[in-house]
């Protein structure tokens, strides 16, 4: 169950977001092109994105000042602080400047430069994916166990 105060709808740039992890639309260059193909689907993702908030709230009210948490979740429910963060912020229980999002990124999965804004959409509120962004490079790829 989800009570009443945990449900809060999707908004336009999560749904953008969303829709562009799907199906591979680049938000940095192709922001406003955003496709209603997957729009029946995203409920589903609000309904995971509101279950994690949830819990999450319940446990930060309840959390002593030494307390600490960890949660992970994947790139489509906390980067650019939609989806369970944006849910979680609503409730005003922890300042945004005491959390930290970090998200990771394969490099062979995108157009890197060393030196650049990476991931950055200036229309979100929140223009960067992550406060940290980690790049890897996948060395055990599926080319090499052939």
């Given at each position: 169950?989800?009570?009443?105060?945990?449900?809060?709808?999707?908004?336009?740039?999560?749904?953008?977001?969303f829709?562009?992890?799907?199906?591979?639309?680049?938000?940095?260059?192709?922001?406003?092109?955003?496709?209603?193909?997957?729009?029946?689907?995203?409920?589903?993702?609000?309904?995971?994105?509101?279950?994690?908030?949830?819990?999450?709230?319940?446990?930060?009210?309840?959390?002593?000042?030494?307390?600490?948490?960890?949660?992970?979740?994947?790139?489509?429910?906390?980067?650019?602080?939609?989806?369970?963060?944006?849910?979680?912020?609503?409730?005003?229980?922890?300042?945004?400047?005491?959390?930290?999002?970090?998200?990771?990124?394969?490099?062979?999965?995108?157009?890197?430069?060393?030196?650049?804004?990476?991931?950055?959409?200036?229309?979100?509120?929140?223009?960067?994916?992550?406060?940290?962004?980690l790049?890897?490079?996948?060395?055990?790829?599926?080319?090499k166990?052939?």
């Open positions: 169950y989800i009570s009443e105060i945990d449900r809060i709808p999707g908004s336009d740039n999560h749904y953008n977001f829709e562009s992890l799907i199906s591979g639309r680049d938000l940095t260059s192709d922001f406003e092109n955003v496709g209603d193909r997957f729009r029946k689907i995203f409920p589903a993702q609000i309904l995971k994105d509101s279950a994690m908030a949830a819990a999450l709230r319940k446990n930060l009210q309840t959390a002593t000042d030494d307390d600490k948490f960890l949660v992970i979740a994947g790139s489509g429910h906390i980067d650019f602080r939609l989806g369970v963060p944006e849910r979680v912020d609503q409730h005003n229980i922890i300042p945004k400047d005491q959390t930290l999002i970090i998200t990771v990124r394969d490099l062979d999965q995108g157009k890197y430069k060393e030196d650049s804004e990476f991931g950055k959409v200036e229309q979100f509120e929140n223009s960067f994916p992550g406060d940290i962004v790049l890897y490079k996948d060395e055990n790829s599926d080319d166990l052939k």
